[in-house]
Antibody, heavy 115, light 107 residues
Framework: EVQLVETGGGLIQPGGSLRLSCAAS????????MTWVRQAPGRGLEWVSV???????YYADSVKGRFTISRDMSKNTLYLEMNSLRDEDTAVYYC?????????WGQGTLVTVSS | EIVMTQSPATLSVSPGERATLSCRAS??????LAWYQQKPGQAPRLLIY???TRATGTPGRFSGSGSGTEFTLTISSLQSEDFAVYYC?????????FGQGTKVEIK
């Protein structure tokens, strides 16, 4: 079964750092395009970052320079390193496989940035 | 950035009735459009890709149409499990962008 499970969310103060993990099963992370998408409370969906199978990475302007997407082949896991966190980064963060569309999605992990 | 605009924001429909949701792109995205369903407390789920192809597990009452800048998601006969928020998403240009969603609620 193809499945994604995110972990690592929590409460963090503005300016802090957090690393999210997304463990995959049923397929190989490094052979696919993988993405992070976030959803602020009560709001819509916002694409955050993508890592291509070849390793190239792209970011939304809102997180460029602060977030880093990466993967560990041995653990079949995707990561999102988030630095200099701001109040507006508060959201549920989903990882998803990308193939022109997002499927499947993980269940999400909540990141709350607040003092 | 391509802006995706969905209408209406909320659609009130009785079970068994037909629902028609619209999505407009600020510039052509060809057929590079997907639709997702999201229920409260759950992750979005892919329903339609390539504007009109049903994803695995999507019931036949869901259909997508359109190309270029105008797209439609139709639910032919609403079932209780279909009341949810629906998002369109363009995959023609980076950054990938979503519409703001249409909430389908029980009338």
């Amino acid at each position: 079964e193809v499945q994604l499970v995110e972990t690592g969310g929590g409460l963090i103060q503005p300016g802090g750092s957090l690393r999210l993990s997304c463990a995959a099963s049923g397929f190989t992370v490094s052979s696919n395009y993988m993405t992070w998408v976030r959803q602020a409370p009560g709001r819509g969906l916002e694409w955050v970052s993508v890592i291509y199978s070849g390793g190239r990475t792209y970011y939304a302007d809102s997180v460029k320079g602060r977030f880093t997407i990466s993967r560990d082949m041995s653990k079949n896991t995707l990561y999102l390193e988030m630095n200099s966190l701001r109040d507006e980064d508060t959201a549920v963060y989903y990882c998803a496989r990308y193939d022109n569309w997002f499927d499947p999605w993980g269940q999400g992990t909540l990141v709350t940035v607040s003092s | 950035e391509i802006v995706m605009t969905q209408s209406p924001a909320t659609l009130s429909v009785s079970p068994g009735e037909r629902a028609t949701l619209s999505c407009r792109a600020s510039q052509s995205v060809s057929s590079n459009l997907a639709w997702y369903q999201q229920k409260p407390g759950q992750a979005p789920r892919l329903l339609i890709y390539g504007a009109s192809t049903r994803a695995t597990g999507t019931p036949g009452r869901f259909s997508g149409s359109g190309s270029g800048t105008e797209f439609t998601l139709t639910i032919s006969s609403l079932q209780s499990e279909d009341f949810a928020v629906y998002y369109c998403q363009q995959c023609n240009n980076w950054p990938l962008t979503f519409g703001q969603g249409t909430k389908v609620e029980i009338k």
